[in-house]
């Protein structure tokens, strides 16, 4: 028979740590922790540029910041609620309000100088040119006869 040490007070340490290392997990991600609804994007390549799509119905252009740092584009904003009273008979509200947060690692071929971002109907459009030194170049081939 194993002779273990009783330590009561060791659950509840080893709960502390647990919580303090989680806080800490949500203090570092920042606006992440905050952000109340995330949109959702499209995101496509073309030969000459990455083209990012977020539906953002009902934010105005003012409200979006969209900015660039070491690679990472970043996307937030705020989507102001409405005041609704219960007269006026909502039985359901599905429609997200409050602060959104989107991050995207862009790759070395992007250039970060030249991006280019509009909203039209909802639609957050960002446009992000390749360098000139990556695009694609088509190589003729010839015969020897």
Same mark, same amino acid.
């Given at each position: 028979?194993?002779?273990?040490?009783?330590?009561?007070?060791?659950?509840?340490?080893?709960?502390?740590?647990?919580?303090?290392?989680?806080q800490?997990?949500?203090t570092?991600?920042?606006?992440?922790?905050?952000?109340?609804?995330?949109?959702?994007?499209?995101i496509?390549?073309? &030969?000459?540029?990455?083209?990012?799509?977020?539906?953002?119905?009902?934010?105005?252009?003012?409200?979006?910041? =969209?900015?660039m740092?070491a690679?990472?584009? &970043?996307?937030?904003?705020?989507?102001?609620?409405?005041?609704? &009273?219960?007269?006026?008979?909502y039985?359901?509200?599905?429609? &997200?309000?409050?602060?959104?947060?989107?991050?995207?690692?862009?790759?070395?071929?992007?250039d970060?100088?030249?991006?280019?971002?509009?909203?039209?109907?909802?639609?957050?459009?960002?446009?992000?040119?390749?360098?000139?030194?990556?695009?694609?170049?088509?190589?003729? =081939?010839?015969s020897e006869?």
């Amino acid at each position: 028979m194993a002779i273990t040490r009783y330590e009561p007070w060791s659950l509840l340490n080893q709960l502390q740590r647990e919580l303090l290392s989680s806080q800490d997990e949500k203090t570092s991600e920042g606006s992440i922790a905050t952000a109340e609804w995330a949109p959702a994007v499209d995101i496509k390549e073309e &030969t000459d540029k990455f083209v990012i799509l977020a539906d953002i119905p009902g934010v105005k252009p003012e409200d979006i910041e =969209v900015s660039m740092e070491a690679g990472v584009l &970043t996307v937030k904003g705020k989507k102001e609620s409405e005041a609704k &009273t219960e007269k006026e008979g909502y039985k359901r509200v599905e429609r &997200t309000f409050g602060s959104f947060y989107r991050r995207f690692s862009l790759p070395d071929s992007a250039d970060g100088e030249a991006i280019n971002a509009k909203c039209k109907h909802g639609v957050l459009e960002i446009v992000i040119p390749k360098r000139e030194a990556v695009k694609p170049k088509r190589i003729n =081939v010839s015969s020897e006869e």
